[in-house]
């Protein structure tokens, strides 16, 4: 069986290099933000809450929930006067290279091993500055809080800097990934809490950082919005919402679900959910499966768990390729294959100014998937990027609906793969495995 990659035959072979460590941004770049943010979200109703943080100067570490670019802005306004390093995904520094060098962005590809970027972090810390990451690496689907890896915790331990966790609400409820050009009227709600100081972490092990860490950064926001009384009453609210809600309860039909208005139905066997200004679901005729969305995301989620537990998950399709090597730009690659199983993990195959090319992330190669909506860069369709260490491909299936369930294989056959090893690896290990102290 072939393993090895084919590189993409580009006429130009640059790469835009991610291994740049962050300039220091100008004190003006970071009144020009702060202006521009405070001027973005004027008007709007908002609350940013400091938790322990009397007395706390840079340098420090802060880890954010994601959900929409409010967050950046919000940020901005929470952490004034004080320069921050952001960390940024490639297809943020489209047309904008410079700009994003300048304002001290730290540029990396989704999901891949990228050891630069711990060297960036570091360089940041080091000459006091704040580093802000966003663990999740990705805005989440359902307002519910995504895999975060426990590298994370790792890399709190090894820069010893205090940790901040900004968790906002509302910016969802805001403007939901799935539909995020249409916008609800919601108050924003943004808490910034000091979690652990550099004593703390001296004397804590990895496992009880990431412990540390997964309960500061958990959150619901439909549960939040329950609890505070919001009512979003657009008449749109559900539009989209098919996107995460892709298997329907009733009949247990994939990728046949569709959205309207304040609803959401199944078109194999007909039944209809009304979404409810409070954010909760409610059947039309017979019972109410979910009313929690959360509740009918999870368990979509366990049903791709059973499938590949089975031995049954396997997804293969005819995919639209486009690449983005440098920032000028993306490169239309044309028709592509693709293959993802729980043994190969992604295979993607084409061929581009006359020579195939061959790209693969075996399993544990990548942790999660970068799934987009209505993806506004290239073209307004679902999408997912599988990134290598210098190259990322942008895939439009051909097969509807089916991103939100790849991101769940992707995850759930990574952890999979990564206690298969760890079981393997304390049955070699007569005490402390040195795999896992890489």
Known sequence: MQTKNIDVNYKNKKRYKTAKLPIRQPMFFTWLIWMLSFFALLGKKKRIEKIDMEGLKPPYMILSNHMCFLDFELAALATYPHRINNVVNIDGYLHRAWLMEWIGCIATRKFTSDFHL??????????????????????????????IPDSVGALVKRNGAPVVAIVHHGNYLHAPFWNFRKKRKVPFYTTVKKILTPEQIKDMSIEEI??????????????????????????????????????????????????????????????????KEDGSLQAYEGATEFSHIPDWFNWEREQVEAEIERGEYSYSDEVDVFSQPRCNGFVKLGKGKIRHNAEEGFVLEGEHNGEAYRIQRAPLQINSLHVEYDYFRIRRADCFDISTENDSFYCYPAKENIVTKLAFATE??????AEEKRHVCASRCESVCPCDSK
Request: proline share 3%.
């Open 118 to 147: 711990v060297k960036s972090i570091r360089t940041s810390l080091a000459r006091g500055d704040v580093l802000c990451m966003y663990p999740e690496a990705r805005y989440s689907p359902c307002g519910i809080t995504s895999y």
């Open 210 to 275: 990431n412990t540390v860490l997964q309960r500061e950064l958990t959150y619901d926001e439909y549960a939040y919005q329950k609890e505070s009384g919001i009512l979003i009453k657009e008449k749109f609210r559900a539009e989209g919402l098919h996107k995460i809600l892709y298997r329907c309860p009733h009949c247990n039909t994939e990728f046949k679900m569709g959205s309207e208005g304040a609803d959401i139905f199944c078109t194999e066997c007909g039944k209809r959910w009304n979404m």
């Open 412 to 417: 759930i056959i990574y952890l999979k793969k």
